[in-house]
């Protein structure tokens, strides 16, 4: 049962894992496949970094704003999924419309009237009052899951391939022989 176990997740690590050196008497198309399979694990940890830098800049951008917290009435001018803009006056009374728009914009519809906290320093790091870098978290994490999930797939889609060539390879060199 555990030498089971053990050979499956051998072999599973084997085909989605790939080695950086090559074999001896690796030929062109293998070559290709290893250096494609490299390709694709740099390219998903590229996607999971870009999801925890995200995560790590909400994060900032809410330190930056309880430091020197403020908060204003705002109306939202245009509502978006991803971005929304936002127009509000500080106790001073200057007018702000952030260039960048505010963040956590979900469930915004143009015309609402909210209550934003900003940095009072720097009045263009607005957030929906009482939202925060947790909101990033399940958005962030889906994108690395399915970042993951797809080079799974095409790792795996690579790992057949492969064992189709060294197939073709194996008959090659049999019916070379046989002659």
Same mark, same amino acid.
């Given at each position: 049962?555990?030498?089971?176990? &053990?050979?499956?997740?051998?072999?599973?690590?084997?085909?989605?894992?790939? %080695?950086?050196?090559?074999?001896?008497?690796?030929?062109?198309?293998?070559?290709?496949?290893?250096?494609?399979?490299?390709?694709?694990?740099?390219?998903?940890?590229?996607? &999971?970094?870009?999801?925890?830098?995200?995560? =790590?800049?909400?994060?900032?951008?809410?330190?930056?704003?309880?430091? %020197?917290?403020?908060?204003?009435?705002?109306?939202?001018?245009?509502?978006?999924?991803?971005?929304? &803009?936002?127009?509000?006056?500080?106790?001073?009374?200057? &007018?702000?419309?952030?260039?960048?728009?505010?963040?956590?914009?979900?469930?915004?519809?143009?015309?609402?009237?909210?209550?934003?906290?900003?940095?009072?320093?720097?009045?263009?790091?607005?957030?929906?009052?009482?939202?925060? =870098?947790?909101?990033?978290?399940?958005?962030?994490?889906?994108?690395?899951?399915?970042?993951?999930?797809?080079?799974?797939?095409?790792?795996?889609?690579?790992?057949?391939?492969?064992?189709?060539?060294?197939?073709?390879?194996?008959?090659?060199?049999?019916?070379?022989?046989?002659?």
């Amino acid at each position: 049962m555990i030498a089971s176990l &053990t050979r499956a997740v051998a072999t599973v690590r084997r085909v989605l894992i790939p %080695h950086l050196y090559g074999e001896p008497g690796e030929t062109k198309p293998q070559r290709v496949i290893r250096y494609t399979r490299i390709g694709v694990v740099i390219f998903a940890c590229l996607v &999971t970094l870009q999801s925890v830098l995200l995560i =790590a800049g909400a994060w900032r951008n809410d330190r930056q704003i309880e430091r %020197h917290m403020g908060v204003a009435a705002a109306e939202v001018l245009d509502a978006g999924p991803r971005r929304s &803009t936002i127009e509000f006056v500080t106790p001073d009374r200057v &007018t702000y419309r952030p260039e960048l728009g505010v963040l956590y914009p979900s469930e915004l519809d143009t015309g609402m009237r909210i209550y934003v906290e900003y940095d009072e320093n720097d009045p263009d790091v607005v957030r929906v009052r009482d939202r925060n =870098a947790l909101l990033a978290v399940i958005p962030a994490g889906s994108i690395a899951v399915l970042g993951w999930v797809i080079a799974g797939a095409m790792l795996a889609v690579l790992a057949l391939l492969a064992r189709r060539l060294d197939r073709q390879d194996d008959m090659s060199v049999e019916s070379q022989s046989l002659s």
